[in-house]
């Protein structure tokens, strides 16, 4: 089963300026055993990222027996500045087993200016 994910990068102050421009890698968090990456991109014009992947890059062994009723990936996002630092990460804030069809990353505007996230 494929799955489609749209993350969307923000300023947490006003969620109306996107970050386009910004590396962001978005993630499966687990809690027994290695997160599972599901993709690296560059957000666009609109701050927005689509991921699409299979289940086999998040299912493991955590997620068995019934891991297609009970679990979807717990998801997360590392931020990335241009020398490839990640800068800002949600991976301590994870919701269990939600699925949204936009997830969007509201970055603290000091974040933002340190490292000029959002900048082309």
């Known amino acids: 089963m494929k799955l489609m994910m749209r993350v ?22 687990d809690w027994k055993s ?5 993709g690296t991109a ?7 990222i689509y991921f699409e992947f299979d289940e086999k890059k998040y299912k493991d062994d955590e997620d ?3 891991w297609r009723i009970e679990s979807l990936p717990d998801l997360y996002v590392n931020v990335f500045d241009a020398q490839g ?8 804030v994870v919701a269990r087993d939600k699925f ?3 997830l969007v990353v509201p970055i603290p505007r000091a ?7 959002g900048n082309s």
Request: proline share 5%; hydrophobic share 40%.
């Open 42 to 48: 560059v957000t666009d014009a609109k701050g927005e």
């Open 34 to 38: 290695a997160d599972d990456l599901l």
């Open 8 to 29: 969307q990068l923000v300023l947490d102050e006003n969620r109306k300026h996107v970050l386009p421009n910004v590396q962001v890698s978005l993630y499966d968090r």
């Open 111 to 117: 974040i933002v200016e340190q490292h000029a996230l």
């Open 85 to 92: 630092n990640v800068v800002y990460s949600t991976r301590d």
């Open 64 to 66: 068995a027996p019934d």
């Open 100 to 102: 949204p069809k936009l």
